[in-house]
């Protein structure tokens, strides 16, 4: 399959480099990296948790009513 790609200035760089150290044709080790990194199997990731912290805090329905708890009833 015949296809235009646009590489990022450092990956073509890597790919050059590559391709001068093994003696290979550029398509041939786009292709294989390409294989390589589209086989290779990645190990799952733990999902992201976040765990809540008690600040000790009131529950504050509006923003209004947490700013004259932290900064006093003349915040404005």
Same mark, same amino acid.
Do not use: A, H, S, W
């Given at each position: 399959m015949r296809t235009t790609l646009t590489l990022d200035e450092d990956v073509a760089a890597?790919?050059?480099?590559? /391709?001068?150290? #093994?003696?290979?044709?550029?398509?041939? /080790? /786009?292709?294989?990296?390409?294989?390589?990194?589209? #086989? #290779?199997?990645?190990?799952?990731?733990?999902?992201?948790? /976040? #765990?809540?912290?008690?600040?000790?805090?009131?529950?504050?329905?509006?923003?209004?009513?947490?700013?004259?708890?932290?900064?006093?009833?003349?915040?404005?």
């Open positions: 890597l790919l050059n480099k590559e /391709v001068r150290k #093994t003696g290979e044709p550029f398509k041939q /080790v /786009v292709n294989r990296y390409l294989r390589l990194g589209l #086989t #290779t199997k990645q190990p799952p990731r733990k999902p992201f948790k /976040v #765990t809540p912290i008690n600040l000790g805090l009131p529950d504050f329905d509006k923003v209004e009513e947490l700013l004259e708890y932290l900064e006093g009833p003349d915040y404005r």
